[in-house]
């Protein structure tokens, strides 16, 4: 490859985009479409299936009772303040939530390790088996274009790589009809 131009490597490097990225773009869409549903379904099971959906509804239940808590604290001061004729009190908290573990953060984990479980089982679906083949042809097809020299080899190497999954490298163009000239 060292005798090959810059320019020619970039319009191989191109044209192998032009081809794989709309067949893997698609692919990836039908395995996030899965993804996403065989999570959803996979974080209630494994959230019973470790034991953390009693404690998710305990904590569910506390979130709720500490909501109504501050909802009642703030209604008591805003009213005692409003009840100051001297308006020597003021209704100012500083608080951070940054340490506070909450119910979502318990949910985001579990959502997290679901989509794990789901992304391994994908690579045994045909999906995501169809998506590793797409990548790795497009791998195989970049190794051609680097590590051949002359365009001849690597039109002759990318056409028998990229057959496979349907993608004719070299177009016969000797079929397509001539518009005659008036």
């Known amino acids: ?56 509804t305990a904590f569910k239940k506390a979130e709720e009772q500490m909501r109504k808590a501050q909802q009642d604290a703030q209604t008591f001061f805003k009213k005692k303040v409003k009840q100051d004729d001297k308006k020597t009190l003021s209704y100012e908290f500083k608080r951070t939530d940054k340490d506070d573990l909450s119910l979502k953060d318990c949910e985001d984990q579990l959502r997290e390790w679901a989509k794990e479980l789901v992304d391994r089982e994908l690579r045994r679906r045909p999906e995501g088996e ?17 590590e051949n020299g002359d365009d001849a080899s690597i039109a002759k190497a990318l056409d028998i790589c990229t057959r496979k999954i349907g993608i004719t ?14």
């Not at 060292?2 to 319009?11: G, R």
């Not at 692919?27 to 099971?45: D, F, M, P």
């Not at 169809?130 to 680097?146: G, N």
């Open 130 to 146: 169809q998506l590793a083949q797409l990548e790795t042809v497009k791998q195989r097809a970049m190794d051609i274009v680097y």
């Open 1 to 56: 490859m060292s005798n090959m131009p810059k320019y020619k490597v970039e319009h191989y490097e191109g044209k192998i985009r032009r081809h794989f990225n709309p067949l893997i773009s698609e692919q990836e869409l039908l395995v996030k479409q899965y993804r996403t549903e065989a999570t959803k379904r996979i974080v209630e099971k494994l959230s019973k299936k470790m034991g953390a959906d009693k404690i998710m």
């Open 169 to 182: 490298w070299v177009v016969d163009t000797s079929k397509i009809k001539q518009i005659a000239s008036k």
